[in-house]
């Protein structure tokens, strides 16, 4: 059984806030090791058992930014250095890099895709800097093929933001509609085929038309200039308001939508509609 008082007493200072940015990394990175070594969950994790965890607390992030709520984007924020620091301290267990080489890495990649700051370059405006970022990058990856890049977007980002990307890179090799009428037309076709795989009653090419379908507006709103993920949860949230809304009314008047017939929560519906945006 460990003593936990003497090791109290030996990692006291992990117990008191640092007073400089460096100390409180530091402090972190040290804390994490302690509990790879001392705690039987950390001690059993690796790369893989705790990469969902990565992706949870990314979106945790981002929805403390949406919400404008700061104590918690303090935390989540946290939460996701605790993952890159036991992931560094895996690969540092593994021989392979530690959390300083991470930094170090990082660093000198952000020297070098902003020449406009730390060289003789210039980038007047946000264009300027984005085409001489893609540049950049492109160099470093040696002018890979145009298939090779379309293949590297990770097929672990959210299935609209993936798709969008891969769009992106086709269109960096000219493979792109010369207008946002062409995107309009695809998406009814995509439509149509859709309904033509259901009135043949063919499950497996249902969905791949219906993936056809959302490739095909996710280029519509590539071409819109609007970002598919926001737009979707924009339309999610303002369903479920929605929604709320035809419960609500539905309880005034005495039912429950569950007692209520599909037509009359239709009605409902389209009431609610009429006194929203």
């Keep these: 059984m460990i003593d936990t008082s003497s090791l109290k007493e030996e990692y006291a200072y992990l117990y008191e806030d640092s007073e400089t940015d460096g100390q409180a990394i530091e402090r972190f990175i ?3 090791g302690v509990l790879r070594k001392l705690c039987p969950w950390d001690k059993e994790q690796t790369h893989e058992s705790i990469r969902r965890g990565m992706i949870e607390e990314a979106y945790e992030v981002v929805e403390a930014i949406n919400n404008k709520d700061f104590e918690n984007l303090r935390e989540e924020l946290g939460d996701v250095l605790l993952q890159v ?3 560094a301290g895996l690969t540092e267990e593994e021989g392979e890099f530690d959390f300083k080489d ?3 890495a990082e660093c000198e ?3 070098r895709r902003h020449p406009h700051v730390f060289s003789d370059g210039e ?3 946000v264009d300027k800097v984005l085409e001489k970022w893609e540049n950049i990058k492109s160099k470093e990856h040696g002018n890979i093929a145009h298939t090779e890049r379309i293949k590297d977007v990770p097929k672990a980002l959210p299935a609209l933001t993936r798709s969008e990307k891969v769009q992106k890179r086709a269109a960096d090799a000219g493979f792109d509609w010369d207008d946002i009428a062409g995107p309009i037309a695809k998406v009814g076709e995509e439509l149509q085929e859709f309904c033509d795989a259901r009135d043949q009653n063919d499950f497996s090419c249902m969905q791949e038309e219906l993936g056809d379908l959302l490739f095909s507006v996710v280029n519509l709103a590539r ?3 609007i970002d598919p993920e926001e737009s979707l949860n924009r339309a999610t949230e303002k369903f479920i308001e929605r929604f709320a809304m035809l419960e609500m009314r ?3 008047s005495g039912k429950r939508l569950d007692d209520m017939s599909l037509e009359e929560m239709d009605a409902l519906w389209n009431q609610v509609k009429e006194t929203s945006c």
Excluded: P, Q, S, Y
Aim: proline content about 0%; glycine content about 0%.
């Design 30 to 32: 040290e804390l994490v």
């Design 223 to 225: 071409m819109a200039k």
């Design 250 to 252: 539905a309880n005034e």
């Design 102 to 104: 991470i930094v170090n």
């Design 109 to 111: 990649k952000m020297i």
């Design 123 to 125: 980038a007047k405006t």
């Design 85 to 87: 620091v036991f992931h």
